[in-house]
């Protein structure tokens, strides 16, 4: 029999990482259930190995040993009630910043409440403990991997941020008797890097920063991140909820709603990641993400993380800016992108050759890339038919200067999204929930602190009869105007993309919610706004509603809110997707879209990871 390491993959990445995080030292108490955490490491050269019966003492001895060498210490211990013996020296460590690394090895999670020997419920601990405590299961998908491995990068980054402290890693076993694993899998580390650490070199290279839902950018910052596209020939790419109005911006939601177009400009070395939660899925391909927030926690939604900086976003980028300046000489841009091309087949497949409005050079930079791909695109948006996204084709760029549009979750958002909106206007909306419980709640209160901004609201009827309520609220000011897009329905779950399109007008009933709310009714809504004091306007068809669009973006503060109610069709709303989401085909796009067709989303990740094997 090999005496490597175990077979358990959540016992390799620990081991991996606690080597990449120097976690080397470890008190162990004896049992079972951490055999193979400890018959992994006990052949280690890596590691220093003490023993401890009583898991109280060991723990202590943990506490003393962490804080006289400076180093991290790690515990390991067995089920039954060995973990809670570790309480009094957590509690000692958690009060002195002491980096402990207690890893508590448990059976399988299910078996917790079922009278099985031994296995105690170690998820949720007394407060002051540790400052981090993760389940460590034993993966099967690959999406468990990627979680566990999300999880113990955060318990080993918690270790030393914010000053340090107590870290708890549950770390679930199957009792595998085999040790034969003579090298240990590369899994991802996740760097944190916070104000005193060194930066880490950002390489020559395509780089974008994406920035997810955003409050409004304050002159300073815009500069910041100015200076930074310029020294690195990086773009910003957004969505209307990340408000970002510099020239470097890149509004790709168009180009990367393309299910037959896979744009080469998607693919990028490093991606910065600022914002909150983004309400756009752009299919961005990076090789890297580093995340930028003051919060410095792992949020790893592109699986991709590799740093979290802990930092004021504009103090990263003036950073960066003055490293990039002394590093990227002058012109670097031209030549960076050129290395890009470079590595670019000239056909269709690349996207390159495609544009008839400009001939890709091969100085463009990737800013140009994306402003080419980007009008290309746009200006085969043909008319369409009469729908929520005609209504933003229509609306979106007339909105007046220095108003506010909050958008509604789903179909609104990712509609009017692909549909620019001045300079000028900020806009928002429920990214942090995706609720469609509070979309017009939340207009109320931002036209509150503004009285003398206008704010526009695009919400479907769901969400606006979920919400209504507050329509009757006494602080409803003059400076609100409401769009809703009644089609009677969740139409969501009717767009042809959508899971429940596969059930057709079986999904009405109860996937889509149809026939509540009076049914589309043309007076239900007009009686209640207008009794509360709206201006009611409502549109069936194009003509109606541009005869009516003057008044409802009129860019004086009238006398009353208004509500603007226009009726759609269901069967429009899909067709309208469908025309915008295929204006654009190319040979990889067109084949991904066909094996998608085939073998479904499911088949595709299947492919892809045998293909990675
Ligand atoms: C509180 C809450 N419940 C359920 C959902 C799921 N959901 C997402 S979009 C949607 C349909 C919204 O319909 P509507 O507001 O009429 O917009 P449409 O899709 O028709 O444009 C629902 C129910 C949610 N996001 N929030
Ligand atoms: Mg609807």
Redesign the pocket.
């Known amino acids: 029999m090999g005496k490597y390491y175990s077979s358990e993959k959540n016992v390799q990445m620990l081991i991996a990482l606690m080597k990449a995080s120097n976690v080397r030292k470890v008190v162990v108490s004896p049992g079972a259930t951490n055999v193979c955490f400890v018959g992994s490491i006990q052949n280690d050269s890596y590691f220093t190995l003490y023993s401890c019966v009583d898991e109280r003492s060991a723990a202590y001895m943990a506490c003393g040993l962490a804080a006289e060498s400076g180093e991290p210490v790690a515990l390991s211990c067995t089920g039954a009630t060995a973990s809670r013996n570790y309480y009094p020296a957590l509690t000692e460590a958690y009060y002195r910043g002491l980096p402990v690394l207690a890893i508590t090895s448990s059976q399988h999670s299910g078996r917790i409440g079922s009278y099985t020997p031994q296995v105690t419920d170690r998820v949720v601990l007394p407060n002051d403990v540790v400052v981090c405590s993760v389940q460590a299961e034993i993966p099967v998908t690959s999406e468990d991997e990627w979680a566990v491995n999300v999880s113990l990068n955060r318990a080993l980054i918690a270790l030393r941020k914010n000053g340090g402290g107590p870290v708890h890693i549950n770390l679930i076993t199957g009792y595998s008797k085999d040790f034969s694993i003579k090298t240990l899998p590369s899994t991802r580390v996740i760097r944190h890097i916070g104000y005193h650490n060194a930066l880490p070199k950002l390489k020559k290279g395509r780089v974008g920063v994406y920035v997810g839902a955003h409050e409004k950018w304050n002159e300073s910052l815009t500069s910041a991140i100015n200076s930074f596209c310029k020294a690195y020939g990086a773009v910003v790419l957004c969505d209307h909820a990340s408000n970002y109005k510099g020239e470097f911006k890149v509004e790709p939601s168009l180009v990367c709603s393309q299910t037959q177009y896979d744009s080469p400009c998607r693919t990028m070395d490093v991606m910065i990641y600022i914002g909150y939660v983004t309400g756009a899925q752009m299919g961005m391909k990076p090789n890297e993400v580093w995340r930028v927030n003051p919060d410095g926690i792992i949020r790893d939604h592109m699986h991709k993380t590799t740093y979290v900086f802990q930092m004021e976003e504009e103090d990263f980028f003036k950073a960066y800016e003055r490293m990039g300046r002394n590093t990227v000489e002058e012109g670097s841009t031209t030549t960076v992108m050129l290395e890009q091309l470079d590595g670019i087949e000239p056909d269709n497949e690349n996207g390159l050759s495609i544009n008839n409005d400009k001939t890709p050079t091969l100085q463009e930079t990737y800013l140009e890339q994306w402003q080419r791909e980007c009008n290309h695109i746009a200006k085969k948006v043909p008319e369409l038919p009469f729908s929520?996204a005609w209504l933003a084709q229509q609306t979106s760029s007339k909105l007046p200067e220095g108003s506010v549009l909050h958008l509604?979750?789903?179909?609104?958002l990712r509609?009017w999204n692909l549909f620019e909106i001045p300079d000028n206007v900020c806009s928002y909306s429920n990214t942090g929930?995706?609720?469609?419980?509070g979309?017009v709640s939340s207009l109320l209160g931002a036209s509150l602190a503004h009285p003398n901004t206008l704010y526009f609201g695009v919400?479907?009827?769901?969400?606006?009869f979920?919400d209504m309520n507050v329509l009757g609220n006494r602080f409803f000011g003059k400076n609100v105007r409401l769009l809703l897009?009644?089609?009677g329905?969740?139409?969501?779950?009717r767009?042809y993309m959508h899971l429940a399109a596969r059930f057709g007008e079986d999904a009405d009933p109860y996937m889509?919610?149809a026939g509540h709310f009076g049914r589309q009714s043309r007076e239900l809504v007009k009686h209640y706004a207008q009794d509360l004091g709206f201006e009611y306007m409502t549109a069936s068809g194009k003509d109606e509603y541009l005869m009516n669009l003057p008044r409802f973006l009129t860019n004086q503060i009238t006398d009353k809110p208004m509500l603007f109610e226009v009726f759609t069709d269901?069967a429009n709303?899909s067709q309208v997707l469908e025309i915008l989401y295929n204006l654009e085909v190319n040979t990889k796009g067109a084949a991904k879209h066909a094996v998608k067709r085939i073998i479904g989303e499911k088949g595709v990740t299947a492919l892809k990871s045998i293909i990675k094997r």
Do not use: K, Q
């Open positions: 929520n509604g979750i789903l179909n609104s509609t929930g995706f609720g469609i419980d979309d919400v479907g009827d769901l969400a606006f979920y897009v009644n089609n329905r969740g139409t969501e779950f767009n889509a919610a269901s709303e």
